[in-house]
């Protein structure tokens, strides 16, 4: 069973930085395209950043240049390291593969304060 867990989350203010963890267990984590999503209250789950199993990354528009993503395919974990914080950026991330085909972690909660 795939399990995600995801972790880093915290209360910060605008212009700080985070950087987010997710372990994943139960699966070979080096054949997947893993993704980074939020929701933010209210909104649809959005994917925001996306790593291949080379380590290309995109994002959307709203976070280029702030967020980076990354990946250690030997201890199976993924990061999301967010610079200069938004209050837009307020929302639960979460990781998955970007076909979402892993149970969904917890998420882990970030707020940013204006």
């Known amino acids: 069973q795939v399990q995600l867990v995801e972790s880093g989350g915290d209360l910060v203010q605008s212009g700080g930085s985070l950087r987010l963890s997710c372990a994943v267990s139960?699966?070979?984590?080096?054949?997947?395209?893993m993704g980074w999503y939020r929701q933010a209250p209210g909104k649809q789950r959005e994917l925001v950043a996306r790593?291949?199993?080379?380590?290309?990354?995109n994002y959307i528009d709203s976070v280029k240049d702030r967020f980076f993503a990354s990946r250690d395919n030997v201890r199976n974990t993924v990061h999301l390291q967010m610079n200069n914080l938004k209050p837009d950026d307020t929302a639960v991330y979460y990781c998955?593969?970007?076909?979402?085909?892993?149970?969904w972690g917890q998420g882990t909660q970030v707020t940013v304060s204006s």
């Open positions: 139960g699966t070979i984590l080096r054949i997947y395209i």
């Open positions: 790593i291949s199993t080379s380590g290309t990354t």
């Open positions: 998955n593969n970007v076909g979402q085909t892993f149970p």
